[in-house]
């Protein structure tokens, strides 16, 4: 197979993922193609399946209807389902990222910060102790984290810097999938731009897929090329980001594209 | 039974046939599967928690009525723990028992492993506290269980790091965590790295119990073990730079002993035998042999 017929399929293929919990749906239907180098945001109020559909991408749930396809490395497209656990836990700390809103979830809050980013890389077998802290120490100060705090532990780290920290701690193996749960939520407004500053640009630089669940209209405006917009568990609309949000097709949409407060 | 020496009151080593037999089956697998911990049906034993419960159970599993049991406690045959095992053993078993490393057939051990080189009719068992490396580090038992099952042990390495980054150099100075035979990591109980070399490719069979947390795992004869450490920061004995001030010892591990209020001290071997066997004779009615060998 020629790279560029490869690079054309897409990364991540969701084909009708439906979970539901007991009588409670938490997504219905939901299908997308993820291409390599795209950021799709996934906006929707509170309760309307988001984080469901993120869990269920990252195979941390399992659905009950639907699969989820992604390709490799080595350029063939798998089934998540018939991946054993162990090659999905690879693929979780090398080709994947994680960010969680609260970084305390997503951080070992007892290590100091560098041995947070170097995990990953201990992990895949680094065992030059120099070369792990000079990695570490680089990405620190890629997500503009001050060097000097590298052997602190993250529990003294403000809002900002933890989920700064995350992020480099995700990044430094390189992955291709980064997925995203309200990753400002909870920093006041000047630190989140900051933050969608350093993410926009990472994005571009590393020519990351990424996809970045949502409740801030905003958020989505400044990194993502797609938009999916959920009410209920179901994927009411999608389209271009601009597009969308620009010209809200459905009723929803429009109202939570109007609710947005205009300073 | 053969040799009924031991109380009348109790089964011979205190445990019932069942129970012996129970645990047996677990040293089988901990052999068949070296440095993986399986879980065994541990029991109430007439002794605390912290006390060696653990290492009681295997040593009474495994007790035959014509061995000879040595206990360490910290190297020591004359401390508190090591001569109550003892003891519990005499009356329960009726072994004989000893001080001598070289004469033994089970060792039991604390946190110790003898300096006189162990042979292939020797068994070591060590009492064990924690018996999971991964304990500290990560709080979820099944989570550390999966780990180990996918042999995901780059935890470890976070642990050494911070060592390093906090101290210069890989501060971890007992239950320094091995490799055992390329694939499970393991804690060696809390004896000190000083002691991990011996562990590999070791002639005897050594066992491992805890009895709180309710594991055994061993490491058969002739096993690879590996202390894990960096590339640039390279695994590293450690004992006192001194020598001992009973026998003149240069290469055992040293206690320090503060001998007065104002700072005074001296270092001596840890592991008693040894010392009192390079002293000579002399040397060796300095330790009270302290019970009779018979109950």
New interface residues.
């Given amino acids: 197979m020629n790279l560029a017929a490869t690079e054309s399929q897409p990364l991540l293929i969701a084909e009708s993922l439906s979970k539901s919990f007991g009588r409670q749906v938490g997504c219905r239907n939901v299908s997308f193609d993820l291409h390599e180098g795209e950021v799709m945001a996934v906006v929707g109020e509170s309760g309307s399946g988001k984080s469901t559909l993120l869990r269920l991408l990252s195979m941390q749930m399992e659905a009950d209807r639907g699969r989820v396809f992604y390709r490799l490395r080595d350029g063939a497209t798998r089934d998540l389902t018939t991946l054993g656990?162990?090659e999905l836990?690879f693929l979780a700390r090398t080709d994947w990222g994680f960010v969680h809103q609260d970084p305390t979830l997503g951080l070992?809050m007892a290590?100091?910060g560098?041995?947070n980013v170097?995990?990953?890389l201990?992990?895949?077998g680094w065992?030059?102790?120099?070369e792990?802290?000079q990695a570490a120490t680089d990405w620190l100060s890629r997500v503009e984290i001050d060097t000097a705090r590298?052997?602190d532990r993250p529990t003294t780290y403000s809002g900002g810097m933890r989920q700064r920290l995350q992020i480099a701690r995700n990044l430094v193996t390189q992955p291709r999938l980064v997925m995203m749960d309200e990753p400002t939520g909870g920093l006041d407004v000047s630190v989140q731009a900051r933050l969608l500053d350093l993410l926009r640009n990472l994005v571009a630089v590393l020519k990351l897929s990424a996809v970045i669940v949502t409740h801030d209209l905003a958020v989505a405006r400044l990194l993502s090329h797609r938009i999916m917009v959920m009410k209920d568990g179901e994927v009411i609309e999608s389209g271009l980001t601009d597009q969308v949000l620009d010209d809200p097709r459905e009723p929803y949409t429009q109202l939570l594209v109007s609710s947005i407060l205009q300073p | 039974m053969n040799t009924p020496q031991h109380a009348p009151a109790y089964n011979f080593a205190y445990l019932d046939e069942q129970t012996k037999r129970m645990i047996r089956r677990a040293i089988l697998k901990a052999v068949a599967i070296p440095g993986y911990q399986v879980p065994f049906a541990s029991r109430e034993m007439p002794m605390p928690y912290g006390w060696g419960t653990g290492g009681v159970q295997v040593t009474a599993a495994i007790l035959g009525a014509d061995d000879v049991l040595k206990v360490i406690d910290q190297g020591a045959d004359d401390t508190t723990n090591a001569v109550s095992i003892r003891k519990f053993f005499q009356k329960t078993a009726g072994v004989k028992t000893t001080t001598e490393t070289a004469e033994a057939t089970i060792i039991q051990t604390r946190h110790r492993i003898p300096e006189t080189p162990l042979t292939a009719r020797q068994i070591l068992v060590f009492q064990v506290p924690i018996p999971d490396p991964l304990r500290y580090l990560e709080p979820r038992e099944t989570e550390t269980r999966?780990m180990h099952a996918?042999a995901?042990y780059?935890?470890m390495?976070?642990?050494l790091?911070?060592d390093?980054?906090?101290h210069g150099h890989i501060a971890t100075t007992y239950a320094y965590p091995v490799k055992v035979d390329g694939r499970y990591v393991m804690d060696p109980s809390p004896t000190p790295k000083f002691d991990n070399p011996k562990m590999h490719d070791c002639a005897a069979l050594q066992l491992f119990g805890a009895g709180r947390e309710k594991r055994i795992y061993a490491i058969p004869p002739h096993t690879r073990v590996v202390s894990l450490d960096?590339?640039?920061?390279p695994f590293e004995r450690y004992r006192h730079d001194d020598t001992c001030a009973l026998c003149g010892a240069k290469d055992s591990y040293l206690d320090e002993i503060v001998t007065d209020d104002r700072g005074s001290r001296m270092f001596v071997c840890s592991d008693t035998d040894y010392c009192e066997g390079r002293r000579g004779d002399a040397g060796r009615t300095g330790t009270p042999h302290a019970e009779a060998q018979t109950p």
Avoid: N, P, T
Wanted: proline share 0%.
């Fill in positions: 656990e162990a836990r070992r290590v100091s560098g041995a170097g995990e990953r201990m992990a895949v065992r030059h102790y120099g792990i802290r590298i052997d | 999966r996918l995901e780059g935890l390495h976070v642990k790091y911070e390093i980054a906090r960096f590339d640039d920061h």
